[in-house]
Antibody, heavy 119, light 113 residues
Framework: QVQLVQSGAEVKKPGASVKVSCKVS????????MHWVRQAPGKGLEWMGG????????IYAQKFQGRVTMTEDTSTDTAYMELSSLRSEDTAVYYC????????????WGQGTMVTVSS | QSVLTQPPSVSAAPGQKVTISCSGS????????VSWYQQLPGTAPKLLIY???KRPSGIPDRFSGSKSGTSATLGITGLQTGDEADYYC??????????????FGGGTKLTVL
C-alpha cells in the first residue's frame, strides 16, 4: 500500500524559496506519477504540475511556469517541489498526490505541508 | 474563478439523497474522464470516484458518479453526518496549455442537516 509522507510546515519571507519533500513507501517512485496540488486557506484545490509518464517529462501549470521545479530522487524514493520568488498569495497547504493513469485521478495523497509566506 | 463550476453548497437530511453538479466544456469534461474527491475538515482530499463512475476499493456504493456531455454529477445516498465535507470534481483540460492541465471545480460544501 502506497503511503506519502511530507516534510513539515515552513515559514518563509517574500522573495524566498521553499522546497517541500514527499517520501514514498510501499512502492518505488519510478512506479508512480507524482503530482503537486495546493490549497490556499479557505480556498479550493489548485494543480501545480507533475510527472507525465507518457512523455517522461514533468509538466507544469502555466501559472507556475518558471517559478516551480519538481524533482525526484529515486535512490530515496522522495519527490520534491521547489517554489521560488514566494509572495503572500503562495501561503497554502501543498500536497503531493499520485496520479492514476490515464485519467490522472489522484488516488493517494500526502498529509499536506503548510507553507506560510510572511514578512 | 474555477474552470469547472460547482454549486457552493448543498444540504439534505440524514438518510436522504443529494447530488452535486460539475459543469465544464468540451475542452475538459466533454472529452476527458472526471474524478470526485471528498475533503473532510482539516484533512487531505480523498478519491471517491474516478473515470466518471468507478469507485476505488473501500468507497461505499452510496457514492456514485455519472457524466453527460460537458457535465458530471456526484450522487450520495443514505446521507450520514460523517458525509459533511467539501467535494471537488476534477479532470484534464486541453485548452490551457500544450500539455494539458488538471483542473478542479471550486468545491461544494455538503451540510447534513
Amino acid at each position: 500500500q502506497v503511503q506519502l509522507v511530507q516534510s513539515g510546515a515552513e515559514v518563509k519571507k517574500p522573495g524566498a524559496s521553499v522546497k517541500v519533500s514527499c517520501k514514498v513507501s510501499g512502492y518505488t517512485l519510478t512506479e508512480l506519477s507524482m503530482h503537486w496540488v495546493r490549497q490556499a486557506p479557505g480556498k479550493g484545490l489548485e494543480w501545480m504540475g507533475g510527472f507525465d509518464p507518457e512523455d517522461g517529462e514533468t509538466i507544469y501549470a502555466q501559472k507556475f511556469q518558471g517559478r516551480v521545479t519538481m524533482t525526484e530522487d529515486t535512490s530515496t524514493d522522495t519527490a520534491y517541489m521547489e517554489l521560488s520568488s514566494l509572495r503572500s498569495e503562495d501561503t497554502a497547504v501543498y500536497y503531493c498526490a499520485t496520479c492514476y493513469a490515464p485519467s490522472c485521478a489522484f488516488d493517494i495523497w500526502g498529509q499536506g505541508t503548510m507553507v506560510t509566506v510572511s514578512s | 474563478q474555477s474552470v469547472l463550476t460547482q454549486p457552493p453548497s448543498v444540504s439534505a437530511a440524514p438518510g436522504q439523497k443529494v447530488t452535486i453538479s460539475c459543469s465544464g466544456s468540451s475542452s475538459n469534461i466533454g472529452n476527458n474522464y472526471v474524478s470526485w474527491y471528498q475533503q473532510l475538515p482539516g484533512t487531505a482530499p480523498k478519491l471517491l470516484i474516478y473515470d466518471n463512475n468507478k469507485r476505488p476499493s473501500g468507497i461505499p456504493d452510496r457514492f456514485s458518479g455519472s457524466k453527460s456531455g460537458t457535465s458530471a454529477t456526484l450522487g450520495i445516498t443514505g446521507l450520514q453526518t460523517g458525509d459533511e465535507a467539501d467535494y471537488y470534481c476534477g479532470t484534464w483540460d486541453s485548452s490551457l496549455s500544450a500539455g494539458g492541465d488538471v483542473v478542479f471545480g471550486g468545491g461544494t460544501k455538503l451540510t447534513v442537516l
